[in-house]
């Protein structure tokens, strides 16, 4: 076993994490502990992954452009077809447009990836592929709220709602799901909102689109105008004032104000810890050139993937890392100017490839389940001159470490990526195998509400036991 | 029309008589050949790629459909028969596994190989013999016993109660004592004496017009020489006759109808005049207007007579209920968009006023409540006659013109030209868009009406969100399984059957281009219902003593909890109707109970025989729900803006994004509600969610309360705000202390104990007790002198953060 493996364990496993000293009383409390609707406890089922971190690609990166080697589709560029347009729901004479990007054999198995993910490309040894994944919606929004709900259009709870509704988190220190960098649009709060859920499972947003993430945090995480010692006193008066105001309403102690006093607390240990979780500073030199860190174009993403990585380390159940901003056409959503498309994998492919590796050299890889992918992917044929419309019929999506198949692809897409034809997995299934990797079953994970018992996956979903390892 | 259902049914019949015929024709060879076919070749394939999910083993029986023996495989699923023994071709089977189709494509992650997929064809056209045996597993379709379902408590027709008489009572009660006061002589329980009146005028305060009491109403109450009864009544008077009384009990009602400002979704669309809807609705609670009333104008003011202008725009504007659900307008599948409109009309409506969870009947019977999915669709009828929906890339709903008020100038000549001239265009863009069937273009047409009707101001009328009957009014059809593209049979438009007697259930009689609506909102508002005063009355009991008779205030059904005072419930549902449905009648009876007025405090007896307060021996503290917290801080920081309604967002504002709602400072209840973005002390006080009926409100204690009470800027501004409001009051030594004999320590001390009290008594309306003065002493003293407002700020945003503050005794 390695030393930092070992280290994080500890971390993990002491019930006050990076709190302070003086407060590992409150943390000992038995009988709070069993109130805290936050308490780790396992799954349904054996976990192969303890944590989750979804690297989302707004807007839908293009398969056939990336990760779908198609060399029939370059053979036929600019052939007239007709195909099914899944933006006017009908058949309709297209043209083929073939990728501009050169895509080259990487790792044991080969795997084609093509010039704009150098860096990722070194790891697909390490990646699992699923090349026939479809989703529901053709429009952002409709997509984006799938992709995190379940639900085109109904009020449904987020994924990282549901996880950490099933699974607790590991850091009685800070929130179980964190969202970073989440956009105010195509849905915002709702895709990471708990919905019917009770409130503790929403997920906390990290820094907001347009603030550089080396200024991002947590909403309201300090004072401003008072010094660490001076709100120290203040939550200390604070705790006193609430004691002798309870006590003396009654002595039956009432559990709703006796919450009130505990989360006042825990939201001081949030306030000591979180600040020191959030900022990279601490870390090596070495690591941050490995995320690209200092480098303009990776800046950003890279800073978002490191706090992504110290957050996993300290035990945060459910980590959305969201390349994204609030254009009404966002990032990788190329209806012209494919081209754009190199900026976009320029700013996150050194990034995503350093997590890789730092999760990899730490021995987090073995626990942790990394998800890259977009809403939707997008058309082989052309929009316009040099632009792709939005795919939900066939696109990639991988995983990585948890329990997947490591240098592994499922599914393909028909001979020139349009429509996923074998392997076929619905973001339904994706769902359902994602929480299947964390111990839970996606059938049995319900909660009821309004008269019936709702699920993450409806009455769909289907474990894909092909990429498991 | 040949519905799924039918062709089920024929086929059936087909296999059926097939079978029998084919098995006389047969050899004893074929048949035996046959089997071995079906075992070697299609059993195998069947068991491995279908039982997953189409098996009694595997429990699951997707599309309805077992596939694990002879009986289920020919009795077929959701869409019919899945073998046709006469043109085995045309199975449906055999469409699935040969992938031509592209909404039915099984198994659903991988082609079979081409040699399996021609095995099947050849065993189709043998006849599918099939060895196995086994009985079709019954189907979860109907078979809801209306007549036991009738039996159940909150479908039962509301009864006669009699008021009970309660023996030893001291002095006189009120028949809800009456009530209360029963059954806890039957478990043994004593009420809690009435809570002081320091405490009461605070309850009041907050229960009916959602505002801390400043101290001088405080200290006039406290001191009225009249005895509690008279001196209550008359300060419930005053507070029932308030204009803030309609912006507290509107907000409430505002949860149940999901208001909002923006469509959610991922466009969030702005609903420019979504805020008429909530003035009506703030209007209608000072107004006092009658609930049946609302009722039916909530669902049908389009379609109701109209004595004067005012009235006709209160009526169209309450129609707007229908239209501001939370939907997704990006949908690009007309037919499914219109559907998912018609089922959030359908399961508000539903939980709104009947407490019923209808919308769980949309793609089967209801699991648990007697609702059947043809009471589903016979409803869904109703609202798909209603035209909601206008369609473009991204669709909208609709804007009517409001009449101009009665005291509004004449439209004068060059108004009328404009407006018929405006008329005319969109009344062309109607019959252009009507006649387009291309796709791509229709929806440029339908954009373009939007555009002119719903992106802009119409000329000349005020504009409101409102709906009309459809062009295609009539009758729908069961969707199977919910799938808009997949119809069964007709269901004549009706009202469910198990809320009504059994010898009224019959289809509606309508007009030709009639959608039902009016009638299904007078059967609603009518005092026979079973459920709408019931359910009404409960709300009103759930905001004054913090919980419902039954709990779950927007479910009555099986699911939902039993009243804990049946009798009770339906003695204030028939009191409630017998008073014209008056909201505000049935509040001023509740509050001048003995069990409103009761003390929260709760002693061991009590806590152990009932530690949830069912039996309510005394009141339940509750805490301060996010706009009240928010009011409360504004008028301690003397900050609050009483300016009334109106329209909340400029016109020019295009996305609800980034909005700055710390620069308003008026009441909560007119602040914007954007679905998509939260004020942020909303969604950490656990605001209504905009998106979902929610009659009663989640009440978490998380840390990111304590975080925005401690560290939010709002907080920390209004804090200071607050400090210099008592400070500027003077501090003074009180006269009876000599100045000139006190130390400079005794002398701060003094003064410091004056300022803690004067925060306490303005925050909290008392007075600090002597430790809280202890620890807010010693805390101060940890400031050096410059940061002396600082530090007072810091205290008064701990007492902001405590729990006296956030909770109401």
């Known amino acids: 076993m390695n030393h930092s493996l070992t280290r994080r364990q500890l971390l993990t496993r002491s019930a006050c994490g990076f709190g302070s000293l003086a407060l590992a009383g409150m943390c000992g409390n038995e009988a709070l502990a069993a109130a805290n609707p936050l308490r780790a406890r396992p799954g349904h089922l054996p976990a192969r992954a303890k944590r989750v971190i979804f690297l989302w690609m707004q807007g839908g990166p293009s398969q056939i452009d990336t990760f779908d080697y198609k060399p029939e589709l370059q053979r036929r560029s600019g052939e007239k077809v007709k195909l099914y347009n899944p933006r006017s729901s009908q058949l309709e004479e297209l043209t083929l447009y073939g990728s501009p990007w050169e895509f080259k054999p990487y790792g044991e198995r080969g795997h084609h990836v093509s010039s704009l993910f150098p860096n ?45 509704y099933g699974l607790g988190t590991e850091n009685d220190s800070l929130p179980g799901f964190v969202t970073i960098n989440a956009p105010a649009t195509k849905g915002g709060p709702r895709n990471y909102g708990p919905a019917f859920l009770p409130a503790d499972f929403q997920g906390t947003p990290i820094g907001r689109v347009g603030l550089p993430a080396a200024k991002a945090t947590i909403d309201h995480l300090a004072n401003a105008q008072l010094s660490g010692a001076q709100q120290r ?115 996150t492919d050194k990034p995503v490839a350093g997590l890789l590796a730092d999760l990899k050299a730490r021995g987090l890889l073995e626990d942790t389940l990394v998800w890259w992918g977009g809403e939707f992917g997008r058309t082989p044929f ?88 | 029309m040949l519905a799924a259902t039918g062709r089920w049914k024929i086929a059936l019949c087909s296999v059926v008589s097939l079978f029998v015929a084919g098995v ?108 196995r045996d086994g009985a079709v597993s019954v189907a979860s379709t109907s078979g809801i016993d209306f007549e036991a379902g009738r039996k159940f408590w909150s479908f039962r027709p509301l009864g006669e109660m009699e008021v009970p008489k309660v023996a030893g009572a001291a002095s006189p009660m009120s028949p809800v004592d009456a009530f209360l006061e029963t059954r806890r002589i039957e478990v043994g329980l004593k009420s809690a004496p009435a809570a002081d009146r320091r405490t009461l005028i605070r309850r009041l305060y907050f229960d009916l017009i959602g505002l801390p009491p400043a101290e001088v109403d405080v200290q006039a109450f406290v001191e009225d020489p009249a005895g509690d009864d008279e001196a209550i009544a008359k300060w419930v008077d005053r507070l029932l006759a308030s204009k803030n009384f309609g912006e507290r009990w509107g907000r409430h009602w505002l949860d149940v109808v999901r208001f909002a400002e923006s469509s959610g979704g991922g466009r969030a669309e702005l609903m420019h005049e979504a805020w008429r809807f909530r003035d009506y609705v703030i209007d209608s609670f000072n107004a006092d207007r009658p609930f049946d ?26 129609s707007g209920f229908l239209a501001l659900g939370p939907t997704n307008y990006e949908l690009q599948d007309k037919e499914q968009l219109r559907m998912e409109v018609v089922d959030e009309q359908i399961d508000t409506m539903g939980r709104a006023f009947m407490g019923m969870t209808i919308g769980c009947a949309r793609c089967h019977d209801h699991m648990f409540d007697p609702i059947s999915a043809k009471d589903y669709y016979a409803l869904a009828g109703i609202f798909r006659s209603t035209d909601t929906l206008m369609f473009g890339n991204v669709s909208s709903w609709r804007h009517a013109p409001l009449p101009r008020p009665d005291d509004a100038p004449p439209v004068t000549d060059e108004q009328k030209v404009a407006w018929e001239a405006f008329e005319k265009k969109v009344a062309e863009l109607e019959v252009k868009f009507a006649a387009t069937t291309n796709l791509g273009s229709r929806k440029g047409v339908g954009g373009e009406i939007i555009g002119l009707t719903v992106k802009k101001d119409l000329p000349v009328y005020d504009a409101a969100m409102s709906v009309l009957e459809a062009d295609d009014a009539g009758d729908y059809r069961l969707a199977i399984r919910g799938d808009v593209h997949r119809l069964g049979e007709d269901v004549a438009r009706a ?128 805490r301060l729900d996010a706009e009240v917290l928010r009011d409360s801080l504004l008028v301690l920081s003397g900050e609050l803006d009483p300016t ?86 003077g501090a003074a030594l009180p006269d009876s202390v000599p100045a000139d004999e006190l130390s400079a320590d005794q002398a701060v001390r003094l003064l410091d104990d004056e300022i803690i009290e004067r925060l306490f008594v303005h925050t909290l309306g008392r007075e600090p007790s002597a430790d809280e003065a202890r620890q807010c002493y010693e805390f101060l003293q940890t400031f050096p002198e410059p940061q002396r407002h600082l530090a007072l700020t810091a205290l008064q945003q701990a007492l902001f953060a405590s729990v006296d503050f956030r909770y109401v005794d």
């Open chain 2, 644 to 729: 009334p309604g109106g329209k909340t967002l400029p016109r020019e504002l295009r996305s609800e994004f980034g909005f700055d709602y710390d620069k308003l400072l008026v009441r909560s209840v007119y602040l914007p509600v954007f679905r998509n973005n939260i004020e942020s002390l909303f969604s950490v006080f656990d605001f209504s969610n905009p998106n979902l009926v929610a009659g009663r409100r989640a009440v978490s204690t998380v840390p990111s309360q304590a975080l925005y009470l401690m560290n939010s800027e709002f907080v920390s501004e209004r804090a200071a705000r607050a400090v210099e409001t008592v400070m500027a009051k």
């Open chain 2, 293 to 318: 009333q609302m009722v039916r104008e909530h669902l049908a003011g389009d379609l109701m007579e109209a004595a004067t202008a005012a009235e006709r725009r209160g009526q169209l504007v309450a």
């Open chain 1, 120 to 164: 990722i490309g070194q790891h697909v040894d390490d990646l699992c592929f699923l090349q026939g994944m479809h989703t529901e919606g053709v429009a952002h929004g409709p997509a984006t709220l799938f992709m995190h709900t379940g639900a085109t259009n109904l009020i449904r709870p987020s994924m990282g709602s549901w996880i950490t």
């Open chain 2, 24 to 131: 006389s024709s047969l050899t004893a060879d074929d048949a035996a050949q046959g089997i071995e076919f079906f075992e070697k070749r299609i059993r195998p394939v069947l068991a491995e790629n279908c039982y997953e999910c189409h098996s009694a083993e595997s429990g699951k029986r997707k599309g309805g459909l077992h596939l694990d023996n002879r009986a289920s495989l020919r009795a077929g699923g959701d869409l019919g028969a899945v073998i046709d023994l006469e043109k085995p071709e045309a199975s449906l089977l055999l469409r699935a596994i040969s992938y031509h189709d592209a909404d039915l494509q099984m198994p659903p992650e991988k082609r079979l190989p081409n040699a399996v997929v021609e095995d099947f064809r050849k065993w189709l056209a043998l006849g599918a013999p099939d060895s």
């Open chain 2, 495 to 622: 009202f469910p059957e198990v809320m009504q007697p059994a010898d009224a259930v019959a289809p509606l009689k309508l007009k030709e281009g009639a959608s039902g609506r009016l009638e299904l909102a007078n059967w609603i508002a009518s005092p026979e219902h079973p459920l709408t005063a019931r359910v009404y009355v409960n709300r009103i009991w759930h905001h004054l003593f913090g919980q419902g008779l039954v709990r779950t205030v927007d479910n009555f059904g099986a699911t939902g909890e039993a009243p804990s005072h049946p009798e009770l419930l339906d003695w204030l549902a028939a009191e409630f109707v017998a008073d014209g449905w008056s909201t505000k009648a049935m509040v001023r009876r509740l509050v001048l109970t003995d069990a409103y007025r009761a003390s929260s405090r709760a002693d061991q007896t009590q806590q152990r025989l009932d530690p949830e307060n069912r039996w309510l021996a005394r009141q339940n503290h509750r």
């Open chain 1, 382 to 469: 052309s929009q316009g001159k040099d632009g792709r419309d939005h795919n939900p019929r066939g696109f990639t999506t991988w995983l990585a470490g948890g329990g997947v198949k490591a240098g592994h692809r499922h599914g393909m897409t028909d001979e020139i990526g349009n429509e996923a034809v074998d392997g076929k997995v619905h973001m339904h299934d994706l769902h359902a195998t994602i929480l299947h990797l964390l111990g839970l079953d996606h059938e049995r994970l319900t909660y009821r509400y309004a008269g019936r018992d709702f699920r993450l996956t409806d009455v769909a979903g289907r474990v894909v036991d092909e990429v498991i390892a």
């Open chain 1, 233 to 347: 006193r203040q939550f200390d008066l604070l705790k006193n004032i609430n004691r002798a105001q309870i006590d003396g309403r009654d002595a039956t102690g009432d559990k709703q104000l006796e919450a009130v006093i505990h989360s006042s607390e825990l939201a001081f240990r949030m306030q000591t810890a979180a600040p020191d979780l959030l900022n990279i500073e601490g870390e090596s030199k070495a690591t941050k050139d490995l995320y690209g860190i200092g480098e303009a174009t990776t800046d950003d993403y890279g800073r978002q993937c490191l706090m992504a990585r110290k957050l996993a380390e300290s035990g945060v159940r459910y980590i959305q890392v969201s390349y994204s901003d609030h254009g009404a056409s966002p990032m990788w959503d190329q209806h012209s100017k494919l081209e754009k498309h190199q900026e976009h994998a320029a700013a």
